[in-house]
């Protein structure tokens, strides 16, 4: 199976949104809104990088990172996330190899760091750690990691702020 990830485009956004969807269907830890926070960051301009993976022309993976701000200051700084590979591609690679991508076009970009929530254990191998002078309000603190680009190492509180997510209301589709 042929990988390929590349930025997404319009005609992407469809397949992004069911991928986030089934990805974080049974996942523990989620309030079921990733597909919310990606179209509010979008509409909103805030999607720094959204990359798609494609299996033969297919859109099987994506990844969303958009710049956060911290208290102390510090500028150059993105939260990774939400990451989604659909189901039935999971355990395959795809997930790192858009991880891997999406914190090489950071690098590129000259960016200071990145900071995610996630498992510790999947996101250590990216270099990832959690650090005790950064808090996410509300969040156990050994899920808030971070890694640094560069000698800079912020301190305080991240107030990962989304744009206003509308969600559609049962039985009304939600408009374009």
Known sequence: MKIDIASETA?????????????FLHAPHTSHTEQFIVD???NAGQLTVSLVAKA????VGHVAISPVSLSDGATGWYGLGPISVAPKYQRRGIGSRLMREALRVLREHAASGCVLLGEPQYYSR????????????????EYFQAISFDASRPRGVVPITRPSMRRPKLGKSEPP
């Open 11 to 23: 005609a992407d956004v469809a397949a992004i949104r069911a991928i986030t969807i089934s990805a």
């Open 40 to 42: 509010a960051l979008r």
């Open 56 to 59: 033969d022309g297919t859109v």
């Open 126 to 141: 990216f270099g990832f750690r959690v650090d005790p002078n950064l808090e996410l309000p509300g969040v156990p603190f």
